[in-house]
Every structure is written in C-alpha cells, then in structure tokens.
C-alpha cells in the first residue's frame, strides 16, 4: 500500500506508515485514493447524430455502385460488345420497292441497289452496295411445293442443307451434323432463318450473314459480306435491312412497268 502522507510503499498489512509513522488503514487508503485526479480524464464516446450515419450509408451506397458501374464499363470492353455504329447514328433510309413481286425493303442513304440477272430458280437478284467489299445481296426464288407440304420444320431441313452448301462453296466450316446450322427469329409476321459465318476469300477474312425470309410460297435471301476487320460496322446495317421487308399485293402485272424503284423515306 502507499502512505496517504509521504506516498512511500509500505507493507499492505503494516498498520504505521515507516517512513512518517502516519497510521495506515484501508479507510484511509480509500479516500486518499479518492482526493486524487486520475493521471487521464476518462471521457466517454460522443452520442452522434442518425443524419451521421445516414451520411456514411449514402457515401459506401454512391462508391459502390460507381465500382459497380466501371466493372460493367470493363466488362463490356472484355466481351467485346458492340455498341452503336458509327455509320448508324443519324442514318437516313431510302426505299425499294418491286412492283412486279411486291415487296420492298429500306436501305441507308449513300448505299446503291444494283439490279442483277436472275437466274434458274430465282424470281429477282438484287446487290445493296456501300463498297465493293461490303454489300448485302437480295435474292428471291419459290419454295418447292414438295418442301412446303412438311410445314415450317420441312422448310427449316431444306434451307439448312442449302446453308451447308452455300458454306461450304465459299470455303467456310459448319458445325457438327445433327445439331441445328439455323436460327429461328422473325421478320414482321414472316418466319426467318439466319446464321452468320467466317470464310477466306481470296486471302482475306471475311464475315457473312446469312438470312432467309419465308413469305408464302416464297423465299428471300438476304447475304452480307464484310471484311472480318469491318464487320462490326456494317452488320447493324445488314440487319436493318433484312428486318425491313416487307411484302403486299403487286400493283401491276409482270412484265408491265417498272420491276423496282427507289424513293426518299
């Protein structure tokens, strides 16, 4: 214990201080403890305001949905998604219509619709033209009335195995056998089919799109070809214009007038 007088150490059991003979007791011992000031004074935590902690929340909301929003940015650069094109923001379109097989299309303002010759099975051959590289042709021809008769499936197995053929003359690869070369999408309230693929012409990779729209007794077929370099330009644009189809009854005869024409939109 220590003296309440002098402060020296003394024995705990010693009833004398030592050192001053002061008398020791534990009641003295208390109240000595009691006079003196704490070496530090003990202070106890600040009661904050509920806007405080509301502050902290909004703060660790705002930085986790801006890291939230640099991983999707990241991601998106990773995946390679495509964002609009440059040659579709503020695209004007022009329009074709045949007046012999009624059906029209769009097409974007500074392409060219070529008219082609048609030949053996096909009712018209079109070219829409950006270069000389890139260029969708449009080509239609009548459904053997032999493939109608097994529904939308008979059509789907014939345009496949036309598909394959097609590929393959251009010196590109398909999948495996049995598993479906074709995807199923729509054009309006016509069915469609269309795959997309990679093959080398002439040393040059080059991207294809592929598209056959069902339209009665009649077929179109929609082919894009782009440098594989320049594809992700162009093909929003492939689509458009395959998506823009459309068919109505032909106003004249064939053989009477004119078989296409081109106006503003």
Not at 42 to 55: C, D, Q, T
Not at 82 to 111: C, M, R, S, T, V
Request: proline residues 6%.
């Amino acid at each position: 214990m220590i003296c309440p007088e002098c402060g020296s150490y003394q024995p705990d059991r010693a009833k004398f201080c030592g050192i001053c003979g002061t008398p020791l007791s534990q009641e003295s011992l208390v109240e000595s403890f009691l006079r003196e000031k704490p070496e530090q004074e003990i202070r106890l935590p600040r009661f904050r305001s509920p806007w405080f902690y509301l502050s902290v929340i909004l703060l660790l909301a705002v930085t986790l949905a801006l890291l939230t929003g640099a991983v999707y940015l990241v991601y998106r650069v990773a995946r390679g998604e495509e964002e609009k094109a440059p040659e579709e923001e503020g695209q004007e379109y022009l329009q074709y219509y045949d007046e012999i097989l009624g059906f029209g299309f769009a097409y974007p303002h500074g392409w060219m619709v070529e008219k082609g010759q048609a030949t053996g099975e096909e009712l018209t051959s079109l070219r829409v033209v950006l270069t000389s590289r890139k260029y969708l042709e449009i080509k239609a021809f009548v459904l053997d009335p032999v493939v109608s008769v097994g529904g939308l499936e008979g059509i789907r197995e014939y345009l496949e195995q036309r598909a394959v053929d097609h590929v393959r003359s251009l010196g590109g690869t398909v999948q495996e056998e049995g598993a479906s070369l074709l995807t199923y999408t729509r054009v309006g309230e016509m069915p469609a089919f269309y795959l997309e693929f990679e093959a080398n012409l002439m040393g040059e990779p080059t991207s294809f799109f592929l598209q056959y729209v069902i339209s009665d007794d009649c077929c179109f077929q929609f082919e894009g070809r782009s440098p594989s370099e320049e594809i992700r330009g162009v093909r929003p644009l492939f689509w458009s214009i395959a998506d823009s189809l459309y068919r109505r009854q032909p106003e004249t005869s064939p053989g009477s007038g004119s078989a296409g024409e081109e106006k503003g939109d």
